[in-house]
C-alpha cells in the first residue's frame, strides 16, 4: 500500500534560519506530490505541487521543494523562517484508483523569536 | 484561485440529532469532492469519495449509514452526521477536485463539530 513518511513530527527553528521539513513517498511510479500548511483550527492551504514537470518546484511564501525519485523524497525547504510560518505541515500523495490523497501524518513547525 | 467554502465552520449538537454540512465549490464545477476527518493532533483520515450524480465510495471503516454524502450537483456535496455521537465530535474537511479525480485538490476551511 502507498504511504507517506514525514520523518519529524515536530520541527523547531529560529526565526531567519532555514527550514526543513522532511517527506518520503512510495510509489514506485512518478507520483504527483503536494505539501499544504494547517493553521490552528483552519482547513488546509496548498503550498505547492510537483506534476513531473521540474523537480524543484516552488510555492507560495517562500518555500520550495525539491522531487528526489532516487531517494524517493519531496522535503520542504524555506532559507528564511517566520513567526507566521509557524504551523502543521503535510506532504500528500495522490493514490487510490479516484485520486485520493494519503496525507502523512503532519510535521509541526515552531518558530522561535 | 479556486475556493471551496464549508457551512456552518462550527457547530455544537445534542446526542442523538444530526448534522448537516455543506460543502461547496465557489468558481469552478468539482466532480469529485472528497471528505475527511481529522481528530486531535493527527492527521486527515480520507472518509469518502463523493462523485457528482453517483453514490458516494466509502473508505473501510466508515459507516455509510451514519456518515450519509449527497453530491447532486457539480457544486455542492452535503455530508449529514446522524444520530450523532460524542465520539463524532471532530473536524470535519472537504475537498474538491476541478478537473478530474487526480488533479488538485482545494480544501474548505473545515467544520468543527462538538457532540455533547
Known amino acids: 500500500a502507498q504511504s507517506v513518511t514525514q520523518l519529524d513530527s515536530h520541527v523547531s527553528v529560529s526565526e531567519g534560519t532555514p527550514v526543513l521539513l522532511r517527506c518520503n513517498y512510495s510509489s514506485s511510479y512518478s507520483p504527483s506530490l503536494f505539501w499544504y500548511v494547517q493553521h490552528p483550527n483552519k482547513g488546509l492551504q496548498l503550498l505547492l505541487k510537483y506534476t513531473s514537470a521540474a523537480t524543484l518546484v516552488k510555492g507560495i511564501n517562500g518555500f520550495e521543494a525539491e522531487f528526489k525519485k532516487s531517494e524517493t523524497s519531496f522535503h520542504l525547504t524555506k532559507p528564511s523562517a517566520h513567526m507566521s510560518d509557524a504551523a502543521e505541515y503535510f506532504c500528500v500523495e495522490t493514490g487510490g484508483s479516484q485520486g485520493n490523497l494519503i496525507f502523512g501524518k503532519g510535521t509541526k513547525l515552531s518558530v522561535k523569536p | 484561485g479556486a475556493v471551496v467554502s464549508q457551512h456552518p465552520s462550527r457547530v455544537i449538537c445534542k446526542s442523538g440529532t444530526s448534522v448537516k454540512i455543506e460543502c461547496r465549490s465557489l468558481?469552478?464545477?468539482?466532480?469529485?469532492m472528497f471528505w475527511y476527518r481529522q481528530f486531535p493532533k493527527q492527521s486527515l483520515m480520507l472518509m469518502a469519495t463523493?462523485?457528482?450524480?453517483?453514490?458516494?465510495?466509502?473508505e473501510q471503516g466508515v459507516e455509510k449509514d451514519k456518515f450519509l454524502i449527497n453530491h447532486a450537483s457539480l457544486t455542492l456535496s452535503t455530508l449529514t452526521v446522524t444520530s450523532a455521537h460524542p465520539e463524532d465530535s471532530s473536524f470535519y474537511i472537504c475537498?474538491?477536485?476541478?478537473?478530474?479525480?487526480?488533479?488538485?485538490?482545494?480544501f474548505g476551511p473545515g467544520t468543527r463539530l462538538t457532540v455533547l
Open positions: 463523493s462523485n457528482e450524480g453517483s453514490k458516494a465510495t466509502y
Open positions: 475537498s474538491a477536485s476541478d478537473r478530474g479525480p487526480a488533479d488538485t485538490q482545494y
Open positions: 468558481d469552478f464545477q468539482a466532480t469529485t
